[in-house]
């Protein structure tokens, strides 16, 4: 089964602070994508990413930075952290010509 | 504006005590219709992809249905482990899963 790690389950950050998140993946998917959920919202995407070294802005992106220098690896970068960026953020990966997106655990991001 | 709209934002029910979450939506050119389970602090597992109207998909105490513009997931007999929060997305157009739109879930606890 494809799995999807990210590197923290808790965060907690300071307003203006530099905050990386890490998504790893073990199935060789080209697709990998950033969410963030909050109550009431649903999932909203905020970037994406088909191919190393290639993004595109998903519905929310103001605020945050992607990298992706690995095929395994998707990054979210939030530069200056603020409040309002508290949130859980979920890492997914789809396999090419797939439908089914898999889920990292979360990250659950508290900016102070 | 597309969007997907779910209902009852939250579900309780006795064990046993059959019912059904609903999932409508409005997009352009409806790619598949998802159905997605959340645990507390878990990313979302997939359950179902539905791709056109009249079709069924059914797994274990679950069944999804879909028309032209809802989904429904039935819940037959259920148990406490079937507590979960459930997500209805939609696919839009025919590229990638950059065009998913969730839904904001329905919360369903079952009770013993």
């Known amino acids: 089964d494809v799995k999807v790690t990210q590197s923290s389950r808790y965060l907690v950050k300071r307003t203006g602070e530099k905050v990386f998140l890490e998504c790893v993946q073990d199935?060789?998917?080209?697709?990998m994508f950033w969410y963030r959920q909050d109550p009431g919202l649903g999932l909203r995407l905020i970037y994406f990413?088909?191919?190393?070294?290639?993004?595109e802005k998903g519905d929310i992106p103001e605020g945050y930075s992607v990298s992706r220098e690995k095929k395994e690896r998707f990054s979210l970068i939030l530069e200056s952290a603020s409040t309002n960026q508290t949130s859980m953020y979920l890492c997914?990966?789809?396999?090419?010509?797939?439908?089914?997106?898999?889920f990292g655990s979360g990250t659950q991001l508290s900016v102070l | 504006e597309d969007q997907v709209t779910q209902s009852p934002e939250a579900l309780r029910l006795q064990e046993g005590e059959s019912s059904s979450l609903n999932c409508s939506y409005t997009?352009?050119?409806?790619?598949?219709l998802f159905w997605y389970r959340q645990d507390p602090g878990k990313g979302p597992e997939f359950l179902f992809t539905?791709?056109?109207a009249g079709e069924e998909k059914e797994k274990e105490r679950l069944k999804a249905t879909l028309t032209k513009k809802e989904s429904f997931l039935h819940i037959t007999a259920p148990k406490p482990e079937d507590s979960a929060t459930y997500l209805c997305?939609?696919?839009?157009?025919?590229?990638?899963?950059?065009?998913?739109?969730f839904g904001s879930g329905t919360r369903l606890s079952i009770r013993p």
């Open positions: 997914a990966t789809l396999g090419q010509g797939d439908e089914k997106l898999f």
């Open positions: 199935m060789d998917h080209e697709n």
């Open positions: 990413s088909y191919d190393v070294k290639m993004k």
């Open positions: 997009v352009s050119g409806l790619r598949g």
């Open positions: 539905l791709y056109s």
């Open positions: 997305a939609a696919g839009e157009g025919y590229s990638s899963a950059s065009k998913i739109i």
